[in-house]
């Protein structure tokens, strides 16, 4: 926007002209944690950029999903450097990270800048599916909505899409035929699995499929499931999404699941990393993800575990046949009561600018769609994805039908059968770990429902089994008294202790279930006895790959060794989650939770 008031470049003042020279002013806390892609529970943040306009300054904070996080801060660079000023005077722009659904959240249940991060003004989740939820979450607590009344407008788009294996996909008839969800429910349910299409040894049908109560791709998946169970394209009804039949369809395609998780990348990380040791048909058969995800994997990008080379075996994208949902990425200026005219003259200012050719261009070269479809290069079959799919865009369902969606996953879902080895070392003493430990383990077993599976063993230089696995809806009480109930004491045998978990688990092992082992430590291991790469061996998955027990670490504390818990749920195909900031323990398990 071209403003009578703005001063040309050349009347900036000196000490503004070096500092862009040297460089924006970015300010930028990184908060390690396992997540990715558009997903999780991820806050990272802030990173503000200074306006080099002079004179006073509206600072307009934006909250955004973390798969346009990095992209956002660049077009906010340019603009403090090309522009910077609304008719309000000059804008510093302060770019947040918060992934979609834990922004939601947040709103809905009431920002707070000490857990959440700095209060929004701009909100861009993934997809305008959440400003849908929160209005619906909203109007169930007779709140005022935060979500402006219309259309919202539109930054990028991408599709979700089916990621296969491209010889799996192949198999299926891509790219000349789209398979949908009924192919794949019924290949799940196929006792031959990919046998019956002449491949026996890539095993059962399995699915990566993120929770989507906390991710956009999850979501999407869910609510195109819905669809595709219904054979509609438009209109979902309560009844349509309660008719026993519909809830059947998409059980089915639930109990493909290998595990669930709150970001795509722990899936694409794995996969990458089973790619580069010659196994890229045995982790996953598909994956759900954004088609800017897909892209980002077939061009080795190390955001999603890539080693920046194209992979051996390149994912291939399916647009389901029923239809499939876009990831619009909305810019949503709130209707808050902190967001006065200065903000909202701000906001419609820096939206022109993020969606003017020369910013739109920079989303586009990067794998997105542009606000009005535009593809770049990347979306190409080249990297797996078609340009002209999809045949059918699904148009989310009205907010309280995507709610009950929503909500009915936690009844479909796969269920778990888990066992919690939680770290009771004498090393706990320290920093009052002991206590937050206790606390955030009997909360995160509130996360589980009544028919999953849970037990608690403790290890310090012994291991024991405290609480036996069992129905949480007998055994809560039992898990959470244990929890409550640790007292530090001894050395860290975590290597012997993560094998002994493994090998009941494997002697437990249950088909139909996500089973699977959680070990949370502050330390590093002490057994003399015990050897690491023994132990990375023991847990690789076997030539049986349906009867792998994934192992997710936790690192509790600074002590804690983040790269050899790492190398422990990798060797297993699981996931290592960062809680070396100890007050973080609580939301790290929340996430280690949503993963079942």
Request: aromatic share 6%.
């Amino acid at each position: 926007m071209t403003h009578p008031s703005r001063r040309s470049p050349a009347a900036r003042s000196l000490p503004a002209l070096a500092a862009i020279a040297a460089g924006v002013v970015l300010i930028l806390v990184v908060r390690s944690i396992a997540g990715g892609g558009d997903d999780g529970d991820a806050t990272g943040g802030p990173a503000t950029i200074e306006s080099a306009c002079d004179g006073p300054s509206t600072e307009l904070v934006l909250a955004v999903s973390p798969e346009k996080t990095s992209v956002l801060t660049e077009i906010a660079e340019r603009y403090a450097q090309e522009d910077g000023e609304s008719d309000a005077g000059c804008v510093d722009v302060t770019v947040t990270e918060k992934s979609s659904g834990a922004a939601q959240t947040a709103l809905a249940r009431g920002w707070s800048d000490r857990s959440d991060g700095p209060r929004p003004d701009v909100w861009s989740p993934s997809s305008s599916s959440w400003p849908g939820l929160l209005s619906d979450a909203l109007r169930r607590q007779d709140k005022p909505s935060l979500v402006p009344d219309g259309d919202l407008p539109s930054l990028v788009r991408t599709p979700l899409v089916i990621a296969m294996p491209k010889p799996m996909a192949e198999a299926l008839g891509w790219p000349a035929k789209q398979p949908g969800w009924s192919d794949l429910l019924a290949l799940s349910k196929n006792p031959q699995g990919w046998g019956a299409f002449g491949h026996p040894e890539w095993g059962p049908f399995r699915l990566g499929k993120t929770n989507p109560e906390l991710s956009t791709s999850g979501l999407h998946a869910l609510v195109g499931a819905n669809f595709a169970a219904t054979g509609l394209s438009s209109d979902l009804t309560p009844a349509n999404i309660n008719d026993p039949k519909v809830r059947a369809y998409v059980g089915g395609i639930e109990q493909s699941a290998v595990h669930y998780g709150p970001t795509t990348l722990t899936f694409l990380a794995n996969q990458a990393k089973a790619d580069r040791d010659g196994r890229g048909l045995t982790y996953v058969s598909a994956i759900a993800v954004e088609e800017k995800s897909l892209l980002d994997y077939n061009v080795g990008d190390p955001s999603v575990g890539g080693n920046g080379s194209p992979p051996r075996t390149p994912l291939a994208g399916i647009y389901p046949r029923e239809g499939t949902v876009f990831s619009d990425n909305p810019y949503v200026t709130l209707t808050a009561d902190w967001v006065d005219a200065n903000k909202q003259a701000a906001a419609a200012d820096f939206l022109e600018f993020a969606t003017s050719a020369e910013s739109q261009k920079r989303f586009t070269d990067i794998g997105f769609r542009s606000s009005d479809g535009k593809v770049g290069a990347l979306v190409s079959q080249k990297y797996g994805a078609l340009p002209d799919q999809p045949k059918l865009e699904l148009d989310p369902p009205a907010p309280p039908v995507l709610a009950l969606i929503r909500d009915s996953w936690r009844d479909l879902r796969k269920k778990a059968r888990v066992l919690f080895v939680i770290d009771r070392s004498g090393s706990m003493q320290s920093d009052n770990r002991i206590e937050l430990a206790r606390d955030a383990a009997a909360k995160a077993f509130d996360g589980f429902g009544p028919a999953d599976q849970v037990g608690l063993a403790t290890f310090s230089s012994d291991y024991r089994v405290d609480v036996p696995i069992g129905p949480v809806g007998k055994n809560l009480g039992a898990l959470k008294a244990a929890a409550q109930a640790l007292f530090p004491e001894g050395g860290t045998a975590l290597y012997a202790s993560t094998r002994r978990a493994q090998d009941q688990m494997e002697r437990e092992f249950q088909p139909g279930l996500i089973n699977a082992v959680v070990v949370m430590t502050d330390g590093k291991n002490d057994d003399p006895d015990s050897d690491l790469e023994r132990l990375l061996a023991d847990l690789r998955p076997g030539e049986d790959t349906s009867r792998t027990i994934r192992v997710f670490t936790v690192a509790f504390g600074q002590d804690a060794s983040l790269p050899e818990l790492k190398q422990i749920a990798d060797a297993s195909t699981g996931a290592s989650y960062d809680a070396r900031e100890e007050t973080s323990i609580e939301k790290v398990l929340y996430d280690v939770v949503s993963n079942f």
